[in-house]
């Protein structure tokens, strides 16, 4: 009789004569085979700040879309109680901030997401700088970006922002913003509303903050175009022992350049480039390390900076490779995905 039952692995001990009962009864653990099929993804979860992350399995749907509005969502379904809204997931190289009221239907959780476009950065009061994925659209679809007065004319622009719900990103009220993809940037805006109850989940669900921007002037003695920070303010140094022995190191980032794809059979070399946030080389160093994860095993040869891959089991095309440069604490520098492909 075990083949008269839709599911193998999670037969019913007790059957009522209807299979709904046992849809029902073991309706996360049906999920949970989903999740070891084809069908699923391999994705980091990360907090609101990127501070702390982990590798979960999910169905990320919406890949195919009609238009371009639905091509920068997608649908996430996840185990239940794995997300909240203000989390960010890193799927097909990109961050996706989830933004949906996360709902369950007793099976799996889902919720809406959103493709981050840009690194936000903005300097708070005690003069740390804050770095948040966003998720931008813009709030003036229809202006023809020009301000006009009777001596002047001006470029008017404003763009809504999408953020996680926390007490850094609240922080962003009132400032001064460069967004701009050009290095260095010129595109200033000023955080001019915010709506921190809108999307507000409760603490069971999280949350995001929407912020409306307009577009603003630079000023050159105040901005720091190098560092991406408007209105920026030197750190005191009431707090800094000893600096000439003990320098502060510039936070190191870094960019992993290469193919997004390896062939079965053949190897692939991938480099990491590694600046300072001020955007100078910074050398390899012996603290620093090569991080891969796949689901089978891989050849890996490392030589500092450089890393090189080879695959021989067939059985893993379409399989994802996860490369990370980590520093000696284990902080994350780059990332970068590779996808399996077989030999055409």
Request: negative net charge; aromatic residues 10%.
């Amino acid at each position: 009789m075990k083949e008269w039952y839709l599911m193998d692995n999670y037969a019913p001990n007790v059957t009522s004569g209807y299979e709904s009962d046992a849809l029902s009864q073991f309706a996360q653990d049906n999920f949970s085979d989903v999740l070891k099929t084809t069908f699923s993804d391999t994705v980091l979860l990360y907090n609101q700040d990127l501070s702390k992350s982990k590798k979960i399995r999910c169905v990320i749907q919406g890949n195919s879309a009609d238009t371009y509005l639905k091509s920068m969502e997608r649908i996430g379904l996840f185990p239940i109680g794995t997300v909240k809204a203000g989390m960010y997931i890193f799927f097909e190289n990109r961050y996706w901030l989830i933004t949906g009221y996360p709902g369950s239907n007793k099976a799996y959780e889902k919720a809406t997401m959103r493709l981050c476009q840009y690194k936000l950065r903005w300097q708070i009061s005690t003069g740390d700088i804050i770095e948040r994925w966003i998720s931008a659209q813009s709030s003036s679809k229809y202006d023809d970006g020009l301000k006009e007065g009777e001596n002047l004319t001006l470029t008017s622009d404003s763009i809504m922002l999408f953020l996680p719900n926390d007490d850094e990103s609240l922080t962003l009220d009132g400032k001064r913003v460069f967004i701009d993809k050009k290095t260095p940037p010129d595109k200033v805006y000023l955080v001019s509303r915010t709506d921190s109850i809108l999307y507000d989940y409760g603490e069971d669900h999280g949350g995001i903050l929407c912020f409306i921007t307009e577009k603003g002037e630079t000023k050159n003695h105040f901005d720091r175009p190098d560092l991406r920070i408007c209105d920026y303010v030197e750190p005191s140094n009431s707090d800094i022992i000893d600096e000439d022995t003990h320098p502060k190191p510039n936070k190191v980032v870094g960019m992993v350049k290469g193919s997004r794809s390896i062939k079965v059979g053949f190897s692939r070399s991938y480099v990491a480039e590694l600046t300072d946030e001020n955007g100078n080389h910074v050398e390899w160093a012996d603290d620093y390390k090569w991080d891969t994860e796949c689901e089978g095993a891989i050849s890996v040869e490392v030589d500092k900076d450089k890393i090189t891959l080879l695959v021989t089991d067939e059985a893993l095309i379409g399989k994802t490779i996860h490369l990370s440069v980590l520093s000696g604490e284990n902080v994350l520098i780059a990332e970068f995905q590779v996808t399996i492909v077989e030999l055409m």
